[in-house]
């Protein structure tokens, strides 16, 4: 019994990888739990390298948990492969990192529902929407580009490699607002990880509104191709 590591005592290195693709609210969950509780947070369109970006990506995740208890691995991961990179180069330099996956289900049969809430989103907010014009990329671009993730994702399948190296695989769905998804989020992590929350007060409703609020504000999207 003694030091075993139970969910009851895990009050570090979990790291949260949102599958996931372009739109669905990954960077404005990340930023609100980060603004909540100051959890770490990578963006893969902030790491620069031109070579081997996915370890560098995987890198800057660990350093994040040199500081703080949780992170948030904010790319797509849309793909088994990406996941399986993510999960092995992680635990190499973090052997008793706690994977906890973010997935925004993605049914075949639902696409169309996803398609109109990812595309309104991305496509539709002034601010965003010249974003995207001053990048040179028209809308029928950055469709393209989101079709093409929506193409290529994988489901994530628990009970198989290598997403058996989940140790929790929260279920959201892309089409519901972030607000009701980060609730839900914070609540099966505390129910898993209370410790990961010691010392401090769960938010309020309003907390967690303000923090949405704030994370819309602040960013615009990424659409690039990787
Ligand atoms: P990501 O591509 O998965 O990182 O998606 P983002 O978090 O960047 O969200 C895409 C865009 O939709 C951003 O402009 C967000 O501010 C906005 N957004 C995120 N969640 C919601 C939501 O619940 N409702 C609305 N209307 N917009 C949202
Ligand atoms: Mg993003």
Redesign the pocket.
């Known amino acids: 019994e003694d030091g075993e590591v139970t969910n009851d005592n895990v009050d570090r290195d979990v790291v949260i990888v949102p599958a996931?693709t372009?739109?669905?609210?990954?960077?404005?969950i990340a930023l609100s739990l980060r603004s909540l509780f100051g959890w770490g947070h990578v963006q893969n369109d902030n790491i620069t390298v031109q070579k081997g970006k996915p370890r560098a990506f995987a890198n800057a995740c660990c350093k994040e948990l040199e500081e703080r208890p949780a992170m948030v691995a904010d790319r797509n991961n849309h793909q088994k492969r990406e996941r399986k990179q993510l999960i092995e180069d992680i635990s190499r330099t973090v052997p008793n990192a706690h994977f906890v996956c973010l997935n925004y289900v993605h049914d075949r049969s639902n696409y169309n529902s996803i398609r109109a809430a990812t595309r309104e989103?991305?496509l539709s907010?002034g601010d965003?929407h010249q974003t995207i014009q001053a990048g040179s990329k028209g809308p029928d671009a950055v469709i393209e580009i989101m079709e093409g993730f929506m193409h290529r994702f994988e489901p994530v399948d628990p009970e198989s490699s290598p997403d058996d190296g989940f140790h929790m695989v929260i279920d959201i769905d892309p089409t519901a607002?972030?607000?009701d998804n980060l609730e839900i989020v914070i609540n099966r992590l505390y129910a898993e990880y209370p410790k990961l929350f010691a010392g401090q007060d769960m938010p309020s409703s309003e907390d967690m509104d303000a923090a949405i609020d704030a994370a819309?504000k602040d960013?615009t999207?990424?659409i690039k191709h990787e």
């Open positions: 996931a372009i739109g669905c609210g990954k960077t404005t989103r991305v907010r965003n607002s972030s607000r819309m960013y999207v990424d």
